[in-house]
């Protein structure tokens, strides 16, 4: 099975401009999970979805959004970029939810966003 | 609030050193403990444990979970430059679907 993919995998932006990625699941994942990782604060959790809903959400302002789709594909929208957003965003895909699910999280290779 | 804690921060040992890395955690619905190993990219899965006490092994790798005392452990043995990386350990809340990570362990291993 091909593996996790995101898309584009480096990007430079400008402070207040918007930024959508994007993350492919491994094919018959349903969960797809998005991090922030920042070398002071390491991965923080962003918001899961399930069958095209937000099933949990982490502690990110409301400029921080997402979405998924039937195909289980999601992205993730920053608006009005801050210098602090700077970071490499991940996604990750689970079979959690399915009979015989691994319970394993599978991660991309991100999106390295810099906001100058 | 859910927590997980790594130590240590940072370790620099030499080829063959064993290194035992750590992770306490305080999470309200344990479901599961995953450990990763994290080079230049996307964080690679090394094991996962639900059970207290079972060792988890893969070559030079292993891993123990205590539930009553809330931590895991990760003992690499025989260390090569090529385990230099970070360790990232995650713990799954089975009534919220979060993963909650740690900070990290970054393992250097100097020839």
């Known amino acids: 099975k091909a593996g996790v993919t995101q898309t584009p995998r480096y990007l430079i932006k400008t402070r207040g401009q918007q930024v959508t990625l994007s993350c492919s699941p491994i094919s018959g994942h349903r969960s797809v999970s998005w991090y922030q990782q920042t070398p002071g604060q390491g991965l923080q959790f962003l918001f899961e979805?399930?069958?095209?809903?937000?099933?949990n959400k982490g502690n990110f302002p409301g400029r921080f959004s997402g979405r998924q789709f039937s195909n289980s594909r999601s992205e993730m929208n920053v608006s009005t970029l801050e210098l602090g957003d700077s970071a490499l965003y991940l996604c990750?895909?689970?079979?959690?939810?399915?009979?015989?699910?691994?319970?394993?999280?599978?991660f991309g290779p991100g999106t390295r966003l810099t906001v100058l | 609030e859910d927590k997980v804690v790594q130590s240590p921060l940072s370790l620099v040992v030499h080829e063959g050193d064993t290194v035992t890395l750590n992770c306490s955690y305080e999470v309200t619905n344990f479901r599961s403990l995953l450990w990763y190993k994290q080079e230049k990219k996307a964080p690679t899965f090394l094991f996962m444990l639900t059970s207290s006490g079972i060792e988890k092994k893969s070559g030079r790798l292993s891993s123990i979970l205590d539930k009553k005392e809330l931590f895991s452990i990760l003992n690499i043995t025989a260390t090569q430059t090529g385990d230099s990386a970070i360790y990232l350990c995650?713990?799954?809340?089975?009534?919220?679907?979060?993963?909650?990570f740690g900070t990290g362990t970054r393992l250097k291993v100097l020839a």
């Open positions: 990750a895909s689970s079979d959690r939810d399915s009979l015989a699910s691994t319970d394993t999280q599978y």
């Open positions: 979805y399930f069958s095209e809903t937000q099933r």
């Open positions: 995650a713990v799954e809340d089975s009534g919220t679907y979060k993963y909650i």
